[in-house]
């Protein structure tokens, strides 16, 4: 599985980065599967990205950051608040991106302020953007404030929130990926009726009168067979 952490962290070090790298740590320790990790930090893009509006052209660094969301099999978003809403640089980022790229994608939203007041940014301002790019968002989103780092309660957000995008992102890699296509052998061939054994003959029922000819193979005696779901879903794969 491919998990993609997008961070929008201005200083370095950055408390962002951090509860993203905090958050990233824990979905993989979760993941039913090997996590293949990679880290957008979108301070190192802003150029780019100010001038994709510009020219409508991505550069080196934008076109690989675009292409990891784009494969990712999971988000892991992670913006500073500025101004009770997520930083300018994090909007431009997505608003860059096709508008069909994130559809179907668990993301984990995440926020990092100086004051717990800000914490409602999460429902007010990431979850209906994520929302509106058709992204499935995990339940528990993780808001950080300066008073949170190393305080009771944060490192079990963190540990929900993270186990719920590892059980999405292992229920949508499975569903994306069907199952071996089932062959189904054909019956074989009815033999052709002989020149010399004559005309057919109904079968007599037990008052003489033509009964119901049972088709060999078919289980109903009108010559029809049932083909159960299994069988053509399996035959539409092929």
Do not use: C
Not at 138 to 150: F, I, K, L, M, N
């Amino acid at each position: 599985m491919k998990l993609v952490v997008v961070s929008a962290g201005l200083s370095v070090p950055s408390s962002t980065r951090l509860l993203a790298d905090r958050l990233a740590a824990a979905t993989a320790g979760r993941a039913s599967g090997p996590v293949d990790l990679r880290v957008v930090e979108l301070r190192d893009l802003a150029v780019e990205i100010a001038h994709n509006f510009t020219n409508g052209f991505p550069g080196r660094a934008l076109s690989a950051a675009i292409d990891d969301v784009t494969s990712a099999d999971g988000l892991i978003v992670v913006t500073p608040v500025f101004s009770a809403s997520y930083s300018g640089l994090f909007k431009s980022f997505f608003d860059v991106l096709d508008k069909d790229v994130l559809a179907g994608k668990p993301v984990l939203i995440a926020a990092t302020g100086g004051t717990g007041r800000h914490s409602l940014v999460l429902e007010h301002a990431l979850r209906p953007l994520f929302a509106y790019l058709r992204a499935v968002i995990v339940p528990t989103g993780v808001y950080a404030a300066s008073e949170d780092w190393g305080a009771e309660g944060l490192a079990e957000r963190i540990e929900r929130a993270a186990g719920e995008l590892a059980v999405l992102m292992s229920a949508l890699t499975g569903a994306s990926t069907p199952p071996p296509a089932q062959v189904r052998p054909s019956a074989p061939a009815p033999a052709p009726a002989s020149a010399e054994s004559g005309p057919a003959v109904p079968a007599q029922g037990s008052s003489g009168s033509p009964g119901p000819v049972q088709v060999a193979g078919t289980g109903r005696e009108d010559g029809f067979r049932v083909v159960p779901f299994e069988e053509q879903l399996a035959a539409l794969r092929v």
